[in-house]
């Protein structure tokens, strides 16, 4: 699997809270969570 880099993924789910809305927060919120624990192992 090809891990980018968490600045592209900030910058993805930044576009997904644009385009979906306030509704998007909680599943960000786990979505960068899981990217930060991945990015400690």
């Known amino acids: 699997m090809d ?5 592209e993924i900030l910058d993805a789910l930044n576009i997904a809270m644009v385009v979906g809305g306030s509704i998007t ?17």
């Open 25 to 41: 927060i909680p599943h960000i919120r786990e979505a960068w969570g899981t990217v930060v624990q991945l990015t400690e192992e």
């Open 3 to 7: 891990l980018h880099q968490p600045a």
